[in-house]
């Protein structure tokens, strides 16, 4: 599952940066729009990491569930993805000259895509609770 979940993630946000760094002035001379074509790779992908992050959590439940970095990191998966949302809506418009709000907005993409990342990778070190036994008798 873990190696399903990083292959998910690594398209996941493998799009997210293609668009984020375009945006933000790299390789101008390719057009937007094609990369319009990786929006269903990009949420096939979600879809995968985010059933084997399921498992992941459901082979130890207590782990993550007690884990403050495992909120954070959904919470900013939420983030991230709504913004993500917007960069690639910018995909379809015909070439615009990109403002500094939405340079700043690809900005804040691949920063929160590197926080997700470094939080996943926290919680395997950071959890104070591994399994839960309850013993009745």
Do not use: C
């Not at 919470?75 to 949302?85: C, E, K, P, S, T």
């Amino acid at each position: 599952m873990l190696t399903f979940h990083a292959l998910g993630m690594a398209f996941l946000v493998g799009v997210h940066f293609a668009v984020a760094l375009r945006i933000f002035g790299v390789a101008k001379q390719m057009p937007l729009s094609p990369l319009q074509n990786f929006i269903p790779l990009m949420w096939l992908s979600f879809f995968l990491a985010l059933f084997s992050g399921l498992m992941l959590l459901l082979a130890y439940p207590a782990k993550g569930l007690t884990n403050p970095f495992f909120y954070t990191k959904l919470i900013i998966i939420a983030l991230v993805l709504v913004l993500g949302i917007k960069l690639l809506r910018l995909a379809s418009d015909s070439e615009p000259e990109f403002t500094g709000t939405q340079k700043l907005m690809a900005v804040a993409s691949v920063l929160l895509w590197v926080s997700v990342i470094t939080l996943g990778r926290f919680l395997a070190y950071t959890y104070s609770v591994l399994m839960t036994f309850e013993v009745f008798y």
